[in-house]
């Protein structure tokens, strides 16, 4: 089994930063992309962003600036500064993940996900 297991969420005042991480653990084989999404209730989730192995990254709109990410080999992290209350979600770890039990197709897995509240 794979498991990705977040830590670092909580809440700040509107202007504070966090720093989300994830690790990946597990029956591994080979990791493509790990990253994050965040959701609010109603909606639908949204990219915050990816980065693949060989340090690649994407970020979902308007979220590069603000939003920072990185990876050490199976950890993966979320810098977050000058965070604004609509910022308030829960943030989920993803990761594209190829298992070695067979058959070992790439496929995706989902952090039980973090609650950032950001409030005065």
């Known amino acids: 089994q794979v498991q990705l297991m977040e830590s670092g969420g909580g809440l700040v005042q509107p202007g504070g930063s966090l720093r989300l991480s994830c690790k990946a653990s597990?029956?591994?084989?080979?990791?493509?992309?790990l990253g994050w999404y965040r959701q609010t209730p109603g909606a639908q989730r949204e990219l915050v962003g990816t980065v693949s192995g060989s340090g690649s990254r994407t970020y979902g709109d308007s979220m590069e600036g603000r939003f920072t990410i990185s990876r050490e080999n199976d950890v993966v992290y979320l810098q977050m500064n000058s965070l604004m209350p609509e910022d308030t979600a829960v943030y989920f770890c993803?990761?594209?993940?190829?298992?070695?039990?067979?058959?070992?197709?790439?496929?995706?897995?989902w952090g039980q996900g973090t609650q950032v509240t950001v409030s005065s």
């Open positions: 993803h990761g594209n993940i190829q298992s070695r039990a067979w058959p070992r197709n790439f496929r995706d897995y």
């Open positions: 597990g029956n591994i084989f080979a990791i493509n992309t």
